[in-house]
Antibody, heavy 122, light 107 residues
Framework: QVQLVQSGAEVKKPGASVKVSCKAS????????IHWLRQATGQGLEWMGW????????NLAQRFQGTVIMTRDASMNTVYMELSSLRSDDTAVYYC???????????????WGQGTLVTVSS | DIQMTQSPSSLSASGGDRVTITCRAS??????LNWYQQKPGKAPNLLIA???DLRSGVPSRFSGSGSGTDFTLTISSLQPEDFATYYC?????????FGQGTRLEMK
């Protein structure tokens, strides 16, 4: 069965960086784009960007360009999202999500990681 | 960016009720509209893709309609497990955007 398993909760100080991992299993890793989204407590969902696990290519939302790097390790079936220059308003649950079909234009998500809480506090 | 606006923001209803949630896009998105259900502490779950395509395993009491800028999610007869927050999402273009959510509460 398809699973996305994310790394555990993190507590970071303002200005630091955090790297969240998302390990995929149960399907061909390279076939499906993975997107990252986040959700602050009690708030809605915010899309951050996607990574193509095959090529490593990425597309980031404008507000995250310069602070987010998405990478993958195909040998480990794992994608990573690194967010730098953390601020208190980056405190949120971060999700990885797989698109529904193995096509580049797919932008709906049928499998999600369990979420990783990142807390930014001095 | 395409703005997605849901209404209402919250809704109180009883088991067996028929409820409708509306989602409006700030520009046309054809039928590229998806609906998710989210329960506390859990990741969102895709219910309906492309306006009206019910995902496998989703009960038939859920349905979606619309096109262009106006869309609806309807639950025909509320069950206890349906009390949750619902989000619409446009998959027409990048950046992907979501509605602010509709919290469905038990009356």
């Amino acid at each position: 069965q398809v699973q996305l398993v994310q790394s555990g909760a993190e507590v970071k100080k303002p200005g630091a960086s955090v790297k969240v991992s998302c390990k995929a299993s149960g399907y061909t890793f390279s076939d499906y784009y993975i997107h990252w989204l986040r959700q602050a407590t009690g708030q809605g969902l915010e899309w951050m960007g996607w990574i193509d696990p095959n090529s490593g290519g990425t597309n980031l939302a404008q507000r995250f360009q310069g602070t987010v790097i998405m990478t993958r390790d195909a040998s480990m079936n794992t994608v990573y999202m690194e967010l730098s220059s953390l601020r208190s308003d980056d405190t949120a649950v971060y999700y990885c999500a797989r698109v529904t079909v193995a096509l580049p234009y797919a932008k709906d998500f049928d499998y999600w990681g369990q979420g990783t809480l990142v807390t930014v506090s001095s | 960016d395409i703005q997605m606006t849901q209404s209402p923001s919250s809704l109180s209803a009883s088991g067996g009720d028929r409820v409708t949630i509306t989602c409006r896009a700030s520009q046309t998105i054809s039928r590229n509209l998806n609906w998710y259900q989210q329960k506390p502490g859990k990741a969102p779950n895709l219910l309906i893709a492309m306006t009206s395509d019910l995902r496998s395993g989703v009960p038939s009491r859920f349905s979606g309609s619309g096109s262009g800028t106006d869309f609806t999610l309807t639950i025909s007869s509320l069950q206890p497990e349906d009390f949750a927050t619902y989000y619409c999402q446009q998959s027409y273009t990048i950046p992907i955007t979501f509605g602010q959510g509709t919290r469905l509460e038990m009356k």
